[in-house]
């Protein structure tokens, strides 16, 4: 079963057994989908109550009534099943997909995608390259040239002093 990630539990809210949970989706109101949500890729979870807040999203959870019983969800992640995924336009794609990807430069693979920071303008790809040393991309034309999500590789052109 291939899962997607939507999702990272940051703590519990209150006594009641309600999570607050930090969207990796520019989609986050696809909590209120009825789909089986996954806590750490093994646990199946069903979302009965959302909120949102200051970027947050606050859920109830079917089953799970005490601070006790959500309490082992902190720093985990939630995800959906590949085929409950949200469709994507055009050029968009999930942040799981893109974590991972080789970074080919003119065919030279430079390094690998570490994390998609989420930006207002534009998302930014940090990447570690093959030496362990970090540097980012901003997700533009400029420099992503192709993403070839079947083979895990970002085709990128980069300028002086990026790498």
Known sequence: MNLI????ITNTHGIKGDI??????????RFEEDVDFYIDEKIRVNITKVRYNRGLVYVSLKGYDNINQVLGF?????????????????????ISDLV?????????????VEEVL?????????????DGREFM???????????????????????????
């Open 5 to 8: 990630k939507v999702g990272y």
């Open 20 to 29: 607050k949970i930090y969207p990796l989706t520019e989609y986050p109101d």
């Open 137 to 163: 991309i901003p997700a533009v034309k400029a420099f992503i040239k192709e993403i070839d999500v079947k083979n895990k590789k970002l085709h990128v052109e980069l300028i002086e002093g990026m790498l």
């Open 74 to 94: 902190k720093d985990k992640y939630i995800y959906v099943k590949e085929e409950d995924a949200v469709a994507l336009p055009e050029d968009n794609y999930f």
């Open 118 to 130: 989420l930006n207002s303008t534009n998302d930014i790809y940090r990447c570690v390259a093959k």
């Open 100 to 112: 991972g990807m080789e970074v080919v430069d003119r065919g030279k693979v430079v390094g690998h």
